[in-house]
């Protein structure tokens, strides 16, 4: 064999293996949990409008920072386990932010349905604000069960640590963890995204109806 048909003998070697490869991991997408080349649904969550009207208006004026994550959430992608610990991601599916500035957004909305539009601002708008609302969203995942089947359900968790900061004295107020899982009928994007709505709205309600009595009863005296 002479040195030119030797190249070229490697080189159709090599692109059959490429080809093969490929071949290979086409066979391995789609389906609901992995990569794939459909294009994306986007899921977007609403916040709660259902506050009670007995709510005053603080005497403070509150910033809303974006929530800390662990990397495996902060991401715009449904994070789903199947498994005891193997977490993966919905395929073809993704909420219209990453999960923390989504949850952020959302609290700020709840707080102005609340009646407190001139009492709350997000941490990159500038106003003088003497509270901080400061949280870790700590689980925003679903957990399959019977994955991949015609029975796959998935509970879906939403937990938020928060804790109230008097920024003038640099003093921790109050904390508090809101928790709410909700039962998913399938585990389709769709169904789980219905859940995940229905927990967080829960545990926002919660979180805003604490934060407003817990800064107003603690605030200490100007």
């Known amino acids: 064999m002479t040195f030119t048909e030797h190249v070229v003998s490697r080189s159709i070697g090599r692109l059959l293996a490429v080809l093969l490869v490929a071949a290979l991991g086409a066979g391995c997408t789609g389906g609901l949990i992995g990569p794939s080349n459909a294009p994306s649904t986007l899921y977007h969550l609403q916040a709660p409008s259902d506050f009670p009207e007995t709510l005053d208006t603080p005497p403070w004026q509150l910033i809303i920072e974006e929530p800390l994550a662990k990397r495996a959430i902060d991401t715009n992608r449904m994070a789903i386990y199947d498994g005891p610990y193997a977490l993966k991601y919905l395929a073809d599916a993704r909420w219209s932010d990453r999960a923390p500035r989504m949850v952020r957004d959302l609290i700020t909305e709840s707080f102005e349905y609340a009646g407190m539009q001139e009492s709350t601002g997000r941490q990159t708008v500038a ?23 015609a029975s796959a359900q998935a509970v879906v968790t939403v937990r938020i640590s928060a804790k109230l900061v008097w920024l003038d004295g640099q003093t921790v107020l109050a904390g508090a963890i809101f928790k709410a899982q909700e039962n998913a009928p399938s585990d389709t994007p769709a169904d789980v995204a219905a ?11 919660e979180l805003v109806i604490w934060s407003t009595e817990t800064a107003s009863e603690n605030l200490p005296a100007s």
């Open 127 to 149: 106003v003088q604000s003497n509270v901080a609302l400061i949280s870790d969203l700590r689980d925003f995942q679903a957990r399959i069960s019977s994955a991949g089947t």
């Open 195 to 205: 859940a995940m709505n229905t927990a967080l709205q829960q545990v926002i309600r």
